[in-house]
């Protein structure tokens, strides 16, 4: 399979636990996304990167977010101190050299 | 004001009726237009681009109007597998792209 992954599929927590996600992305793709979905909306940007370059940071992002992407291949989200709040799907996605998005399927993480 | 914003609908329709979605957007900087399509517990994928010129794929067009900062999307004879969330999608900066709510079709037997 060559489209992105993403782990796990399903996260549950107990509030004020740390989580971490991994993205990785199609091979030959130069910027990878995250997006945060809860139900009924669309997805809400969080970040993106070109190669390890973490270019722009959504100021909905609080600073318990964050996210690195280390040799310009996957990348992981970690959330410290999870709030019931911040319950949503975690989408990832990656382009290259056009301007289509490629998502993974996300990972669904519950907040108890 | 969002960014991005769509009727949420829901639109139901009948199998082979014509319903239009649009979209409009307040970044007047605006370069890049789309519309991906979610269906149920999946992840968004991309339908297709929009083009100032406009643009059309099988029964699928759509339409740009920078002027009045809205998109549109037609979709001709209605099929029960057109049933999704329809999102709108524009860039905000060069590759920053910012998805609209998303607009529920439901199509009839």
């Known amino acids: 399979d060559t489209g992105v992954s993403q782990n796990p599929r399903h996260k549950i927590t107990k509030r004020g636990q740390n989580v971490t996600f991994r993205c990785d992305p199609i091979?030959?793709?130069?910027?990878l996304y995250w997006y945060r979905q809860t139900l009924g909306q669309g997805p809400e940007f969080l970040t993106y990167?070109?190669?390890?370059?973490?270019?722009?940071k959504s100021r909905l992002l609080s600073d318990r977010f964050s996210a690195e992407r280390p040799k310009g291949s996957f990348s992981t989200l970690e959330i410290q101190r999870t709030e019931q709040g911040d319950s949503a799907m975690y989408l990832c996605?990656?382009?290259?050299?056009?301007?289509?998005?490629?998502f993974g399927p996300g990972t669904r993480l519950t907040v108890l | 004001r969002k960014e991005v914003e769509q009727d949420p609908g829901p639109f139901n329709v009948p199998e082979g009726a014509t319903v239009a979605f649009n979209c409009t957007y307040s970044?007047?900087?605006?370069?890049?237009f789309f519309w991906y399509r979610q269906d149920c517990r999946k992840e968004p994928k991309l339908l297709m681009s929009?083009?100032?010129s406009g643009n059309e794929d099988g029964r699928f067009t759509a339409q740009l109007n920078r002027a009045s900062q809205y998109i549109s999307l037609l979709i001709r004879d209605s099929k029960l597998s057109d049933s999704a969330t329809y999102l709108c999608?524009?860039?905000?900066?060069?590759?920053?792209?910012?998805f609209g709510t998303g607009t529920r079709l439901k199509v009839l037997a």
């Open positions: 996605a990656s382009s290259g050299t056009g301007t289509d998005l490629y």
């Open positions: 091979s030959e793709h130069n910027r």
């Open positions: 990167f070109q190669n390890e370059a973490q270019l722009e």
């Open positions: 970044n007047s900087a605006s370069q890049s």
């Open positions: 929009v083009y100032s």
């Open positions: 999608v524009v860039t905000s900066g060069t590759y920053k792209y910012i």
